[in-house]
C-alpha cells in the first residue's frame, strides 16, 4: 500500500543563466514583465545546469524525502534521457508506475536578472498517457497526487479521479495555468473528486474569475473538498477548510536564486503534512519551509527536504499562522 501515488509529468530540465533585460508593458488593466534579448545577436550563457524536472517527479521526490512510501504514474521516453528519469527515481526510492514512450519531455529555464525565469517546454510523451495503458491493480494508496498533464493525459486524469472516489482514495489537485484557463467547466470531474485543492492566486482567478483571496476560495471550495489553498507569492499562502481562514507568511530576509519548482514543493509538502495527519497550521509551516528551501538554490528537487531536516527546521520555525474565520477577512 502506497501513501501517495503521483500523477504528472517528468522532463530534464536545462538551467540556464543569461545576462537578460526585463522590459515592462503597462496597460489600464495591469504591469506584465517580458524577458528580453537582442533580436539578431549571440546570447551567452553565463551558468548551464541539468537536472530531472516536471510536476509529477518533483512531487513525488518530495513525497519520498518525508518518508512516505512514493508511487510516480507518468509516461517516460524511449531514450538517453528517460534513462535519466529512471535513474533519479530509483535513486528516491519512487516506484514507476507508468508507461513507456517514444520522446521524453525537455524545458528550457531561461534566468532573469531578477532572479525570476521563464520557461520553454516541450512535453514529448507526457501528454500521451491512455487510462487503457494503467494497471488498476497496482494502484494501492492511500492518496493520489495530481499535477498538471495535457491532452489525452488529462483525460485520464479524469477518469483516475472517478477511480479514486470509487475506492476511497483521497486526492490533491494542482492546476496549472494551462489547465485553469480553460475554466471550471474543463476541471469539473477533476474537481468534484477532490479532497484537497492547492494553487496560486493568477490560476485560482482564470478558473472562478477575479477576487481577493477571501473571496476565492469560498467559490472554488465545493462540498467534496476538504481544504483550498491559494499561494500568492510574497505574499504567502492562504487555506480555507470551510470554516477557518489560515495565512501563513514566508519567511523574511530569503535570498531568492531560482523559483522553479516552488510551488510543487508547497503544494506536496502541505499534502504530505496532511497525510501524516498533522494539524493544517503544521501542514502549511512545513510547506512553507521546503519552498523556501527550493527558491534559495538551483533545481526543483536538489535542496527537497529529507523528514529529519523537515523536523530539525520545523523545531527552529517561529512564524505565526494567522486564524480567523471567513466572515472577517479582508485581503
Not at 93 to 100: R, S
Not at 236 to 260: D, M, Q, R, S
Amino acid at each position: 500500500m502506497y501513501d501517495v501515488i503521483t500523477v504528472g509529468s517528468n522532463t530534464l530540465d536545462v538551467f540556464a543563466k543569461t545576462d537578460s533585460e526585463l522590459i515592462e508593458i503597462k496597460s489600464k488593466k495591469e504591469v506584465e514583465e517580458l524577458l528580453a534579448y537582442p533580436l539578431g545577436t549571440k546570447i551567452l550563457i553565463t551558468k548551464l545546469d541539468f537536472m530531472i524536472g516536471g510536476g509529477g517527479t518533483n512531487t513525488a521526490v518530495a513525497f519520498s524525502r518525508l518518508s512516505l512510501e512514493t508511487g510516480y504514474m507518468g509516461k517516460i521516453g524511449r531514450d538517453e534521457n528517460g534513462l535519466k528519469i529512471f535513474k533519479l527515481l530509483k535513486k528516491e526510492k519512487v516506484d514507476f508506475l507508468g508507461t513507456l514512450g517514444d520522446i521524453s519531455g525537455y524545458s528550457i529555464i531561461l534566468d532573469s536578472i531578477e532572479e525570476d525565469r521563464t520557461i520553454l517546454t516541450y512535453k514529448g510523451c507526457n501528454n500521451n498517457l491512455r487510462f487503457k495503458e494503467i494497471h488498476l491493480g497496482k494502484l494501492k494508496t492511500k492518496w493520489f497526487y495530481f499535477a498538471s498533464m495535457m491532452g489525452k493525459s488529462f483525460e485520464t486524469m479524469k477518469r483516475l479521479a472517478e477511480y479514486a472516489a470509487k475506492k476511497n482514495i483521497k486526492l490533491a489537485f494542482n492546476p496549472s495555468s494551462y489547465l485553469a484557463e480553460k475554466g471550471f467547466s474543463y476541471l469539473k470531474r477533476i474537481l468534484n473528486n477532490t479532497t484537497v485543492l492547492v494553487l496560486n492566486k493568477k490560476e485560482a482567478e482564470l478558473i472562478v474569475g477575479k477576487g481577493d483571496i477571501a473571496d476565492l476560495v469560498k467559490r472554488l471550495k465545493l462540498p467534496n473538498m476538504e481544504a483550498v489553498v491559494v499561494t500568492n507569492g510574497a505574499k504567502g499562502a492562504h487555506c480555507y477548510n470551510g470554516k477557518t481562514f489560515y495565512h501563513v507568511k514566508p519567511a523574511k530576509k530569503l535570498k531568492i536564486k531560482e523559483t522553479t519548482g516552488a510551488g510543487d514543493a508547497f503544494a506536496s509538502t502541505l499534502v504530505a503534512g496532511m497525510i501524516m495527519n498533522k494539524k493544517i497550521e503544521e501542514c502549511l509551516r512545513m510547506a512553507a519551509i521546503n519552498a523556501e528551501s527550493i527558491i534559495q538554490n538551483y533545481g526543483a528537487k536538489n535542496i527537497l527536504l529529507s523528514k529529519r531536516e523537515m523536523i530539525k527546521r520545523l523545531k527552529k520555525d517561529r512564524r505565526v499562522i494567522k486564524k480567523t474565520t471567513i466572515r472577517k477577512v479582508y485581503i
